[in-house]
């Protein structure tokens, strides 16, 4: 158990729809991470959080978004949805910036399976 | 951050050491060697990492060359429950945090 709580772990829904998946980090972690997992793409970075701000951005579609919230916890809202959007999320989180305590470890959790009908 | 090769698959008898090779020849001065593991559709997990001394703990073993250029990880007993994707990714431990995940080697522990 990595500490990082996903929840759904499933979602099923239909495409043109909106979902969000929810994120808690590890007790004291300040960053956040989403990754994107499809079969064909590989771990995807999407986007990264630090204490609430935007830390760093990977291939994170337009129609994606994300937040941290005050608690660390982090949402990632999906909208407009489409078949190739049916993938894993994982979120992730660490303890700090390089420079603080921590060995740049990410601990990941068990993901949510998103299924695009 | 520097790009790595792994070798796309390989196999292991159960019980015997695991090697698994990852070549980094444009790492620079400042970047570590991580490496983390999936096993199948799980969230990744850290293994190890290291700057340019081996470095060794409960899971495994973590063999740098002197010119950095390539690494090898070494399960040494290896179960089934090591079957998975590994990834070797290198990186500096810089204010950004994220991991960028190649492709990996799928490490298939035959009994």
């Known amino acids: 158990d990595s500490g990082v709580t996903q929840t759904p772990k499933h979602l099923i829904t239909a495409t043109g729809q909106r979902v969000t998946l929810r994120c808690s980090p590890r007790?004291?972690?300040?960053?956040v991470y989403w990754y994107q997992q499809s079969l064909d793409q590989g771990l995807q970075f999407l986007i990264q959080?630090?204490?609430?701000?935007?830390?760093a951005k990977g291939n994170i579609l337009e129609r994606f978004s994300a937040q941290q919230f005050p608690d660390l916890h982090s949402e990632l809202n999906l909208s407009s949805l489409e078949l190739g959007d049916s993938a894993l999320y994982f979120c992730?989180?660490?303890?700090?910036?390089?420079?603080?305590?921590?060995?740049?470890?990410?601990?990941f959790g068990e993901g949510s399976r998103l299924t695009v009908l | 951050d520097a790009k790595t090769t792994q070798p796309t698959s390989m196999d292991c008898a159960e019980g015997r050491a695991a090697n698994l090779p990852c070549n980094h020849s444009?790492?620079?001065?400042?970047?570590?060697v991580y490496w983390y593991r999936q096993i199948h559709s799980q969230g990744p997990q850290y293994i190890i990492h290291?700057?340019?001394n081996n470095e060794t703990n409960e899971m495994a073993s973590l063999i740098i060359t002197e010119d950095r250029k390539s690494s090898t990880l070494i399960l040494p007993h290896a179960t089934l429950r090591d079957t998975a994707v590994y990834y070797c990714?290198?990186?500096?431990?810089?204010?950004?945090?994220?991991?960028?995940f190649g492709q990996g080697t799928t490490l298939q522990v035959k009994p």
């Open positions: 992730a989180s660490s303890v700090a910036l390089a420079g603080e305590t921590g060995t740049g470890e990410l601990f």
């Open positions: 007790s004291g972690d300040l960053s």
């Open positions: 959080y630090y204490n609430g701000e935007e830390r």
């Open positions: 444009t790492i620079s001065g400042n970047e570590y």
């Open positions: 290291g700057l340019k």
């Open positions: 990714i290198v990186r500096v431990v810089s204010n950004t945090g994220k991991l960028i």
